[in-house]
C-alpha cells in the first residue's frame, strides 16, 4: 500500500536538536521530501535525497534514510524559535502516468524558548 | 522569484453553492495539482493535470472537478458546495517528470468554509 506515517507533534527547547521521524510503506520510492508549511502560508521543499542515499547534510539540517526498515528522519540542530512550523514527510513513487508524491499527516514543531 | 497564486486566500460558501478555486503557475510546468489539507490527514490528492487540457483523478476526487484550458491555470471546481467539503486546499506545480528531484511548489493556500 501507499502510507506515509508521522508523530504529529514535537516540542523542543531553543537550541536543542529536532529530530522528526517517518515511516513510509511503499518501497518503489525514489525521492522522498521533507517539506515544512509555516503558518498561514503553503508548503516549501525544506530537502530532499535520493533513494539510493543514506544521509545528506545541508547546513542545520540532517536527513537519514534507512531503506531496509523504510525509515527518514530529519534532524534540525541547534533549533530556532523560526522553525516552529509544520514538517511533512513525502515520498514520490513512480507510476505509469506520473510520479505520485505521497505525504504524511505533518508533524508540528513547537520550539520553545 | 517562481510563484504558484490562488485567487482567494479566504473563503466563505453556502451549501449548494457552485465554488470555482483558480490557480496560477508562472514556471511553465507541465504538472498541476489540487490537494485539501485537514488537521491529522496530511495532504490528499484531488485531481491532477500533467498537461493542457488532462486531467486525472486523484484520491479523493468525489464532488470535484477541475479545468486545465491554459497551461498556466488549473481550476478546482465545486459543483455543489458541501458542509464536509470545508477545508483548506492547496495548488502546486511541477515540471515534467524526469527533471532533478521533481519539486512540487506550492500556492498560499485557500481556507474554504461551507456554511
Known amino acids: 500500500g501507499e502510507d506515509v506515517e508521522q508523530s504529529l507533534f514535537l516540542s523542543v527547547r531553543e537550541g536543542d536538536s529536532s529530530v522528526i521521524n517517518c515511516t513510509y510503506t511503499?518501497?518503489?520510492?525514489?525521492?522522498l521530501y521533507w517539506y515544512k508549511q509555516e503558518p498561514g502560508a503553503g508548503l516549501q521543499l525544506l530537502t530532499y535525497i535520493f533513494s539510493n542515499m543514506d544521509m545528506k547534510q545541508d547546513q542545520r539540517l540532517t536527513v537519514l534514510l534507512n531503506k531496509k526498515d523504510k525509515h527518514l528522519s530529519l534532524r534540525i540542530a541547534d533549533t530556532q524559535t523560526g522553525d516552529s512550523a509544520i514538517y511533512f514527510c513525502?515520498?514520490?513513487?513512480?507510476?505509469?502516468?506520473?510520479?505520485?508524491?505521497?505525504f504524511g499527516p505533518g508533524t508540528s514543531l513547537s520550539v520553545i524558548p | 522569484d517562481v510563484k504558484v497564486t490562488q485567487s482567494s486566500r479566504y473563503l466563505v460558501k453556502r451549501t449548494g453553492e457552485k465554488v470555482f478555486l483558480e490557480c496560477v503557475q508562472d514556471?511553465?510546468?507541465?504538472?498541476m495539482f489540487w490537494y485539501r489539507q485537514d488537521p491529522g490527514l496530511g495532504l490528499r490528492l484531488i485531481y491532477f493535470?500533467?498537461?493542457?487540457?488532462?486531467?486525472e483523478k486523484g484520491d479523493i476526487p468525489e464532488g470535484y472537478s477541475v479545468s486545465r484550458e491554459k497551461k498556466e491555470r488549473f481550476s478546482l471546481i465545486l459543483e455543489s458546495a458541501s458542509t464536509n467539503q470545508t477545508s483548506m486546499y492547496l495548488c502546486?506545480?511541477?515540471?515534467?517528470?524526469?527533471?532533478?528531484?521533481?519539486?512540487?511548489?506550492f500556492g498560499p493556500g485557500t481556507r474554504l468554509t461551507v456554511l
Open positions: 511503499d518501497s518503489s520510492s525514489t525521492y
Open positions: 493535470s500533467y498537461d493542457v487540457k488532462m486531467k
Open positions: 513525502a515520498e514520490r513513487l513512480e507510476k505509469t502516468s506520473y510520479d505520485k508524491v505521497i
Open positions: 514556471m511553465d510546468h507541465e504538472n
Open positions: 502546486a506545480s511541477s515540471p515534467r517528470a524526469g527533471a532533478e528531484s521533481d519539486e512540487q511548489f
